[in-house]
C-alpha cells in the first residue's frame, strides 16, 4: 500500500576532507597546437562527433565531420586536412577500409594525409590492423583530451618543412 513500507537510514562516520586545490579544468596551458588546423573527424555516433568537437572548440581547430568512411574518403578527395580522426567500425565504410581507400589515391597530398584511429578496439592485434589500414596513430576510447590534443600537434605538424640546422650553420 502507498505509505506503507520500510525506512532505511545509514549513517557513517568519516573523517573531514581538507581542501581540495585539484583543478577542475584541464590545463589548456600545456595543451596547445602551435598553429591554426584543420580536421576531419570521422564518427558515425553524433554523441561522438560532438564530444571530439566540444573537446577541439577552445583551440585553433576548423573541423569538419564525416559520419562513415565513404563521406571521409569523398571528404579529403575534396579538401585538404591537416589530420583526420577515423572511428574504425561504422556503417557504409569502416574505418580501415576508408582509410585503404585514401592511401589509394593518387593525389599523394591527400594519400599522404595523418590518419589517427579513435575505436575502443585497444588489443595489440586490433591496434596492428589499424597500422596494416595505413593509420598513423591510435587513441583508444574514451578519448583523453591531453592525448587528443598531443596526437593533432604530433600529425599536424608532421607536414612542415624540415630546417637541417647543420646546413644553416655553416
Same mark, same amino acid.
Given at each position: 500500500m502507498v505509505g506503507e513500507g520500510s525506512t532505511f537510514w545509514? @549513517?557513517?562516520?568519516?573523517?573531514? $576532507?581538507?581542501?581540495?586545490? $585539484? !583543478?577542475? =579544468?584541464?590545463?589548456? $596551458?600545456?595543451? +596547445?597546437?602551435? &598553429?591554426?588546423? #584543420? /580536421?576531419? /573527424? /570521422?564518427?558515425?555516433? !553524433? *554523441?561522438?562527433r560532438e564530444?571530439? +568537437? +566540444?573537446?577541439?572548440?577552445?583551440? =585553433?581547430? @576548423?573541423?569538419? +565531420? !564525416?559520419?562513415?568512411? !565513404? =563521406?571521409?574518403? @569523398? $571528404? *579529403?578527395? &575534396?579538401? #585538404?586536412?591537416?589530420? *583526420?580522426?577515423?572511428?574504425?567500425?561504422?556503417?557504409i565504410m569502416d574505418g580501415l577500409t576508408a582509410t585503404r581507400r585514401i592511401r589509394a589515391m593518387g593525389d599523394s597530398a591527400a594519400a599522404r594525409t595523418p590518419i589517427v584511429a579513435m575505436t575502443a578496439n585497444v588489443l595489440p592485434e586490433q591496434v596492428a590492423r589499424c597500422r596494416e589500414a595505413g593509420m598513423d596513430d591510435h587513441l583508444g576510447k574514451p578519448i583523453n583530451p591531453m592525448r587528443l590534443l598531443q596526437a593533432l600537434d604530433r600529425w599536424a605538424a608532421a607536414d612542415r618543412t624540415v630546417v637541417d640546422v647543420d646546413a644553416l650553420a655553416s
Open positions: 545509514l @549513517e557513517v562516520d568519516l573523517p573531514l $576532507a581538507g581542501d581540495w586545490t $585539484a !583543478a577542475v =579544468e584541464p590545463d589548456h $596551458a600545456s595543451a +596547445t597546437l602551435e &598553429r591554426p588546423i #584543420r /580536421v576531419l /573527424v /570521422v564518427e558515425d555516433n !553524433a *554523441v561522438n564530444l571530439i +568537437t +566540444t573537446l577541439l572548440g577552445p583551440f =585553433e581547430i @576548423e573541423i569538419d +565531420t !564525416a559520419c562513415d568512411g !565513404a =563521406e571521409a574518403v @569523398e $571528404a *579529403v578527395s &575534396r579538401q #585538404r586536412y591537416d589530420v *583526420v580522426l577515423m572511428d574504425v567500425q561504422m556503417p
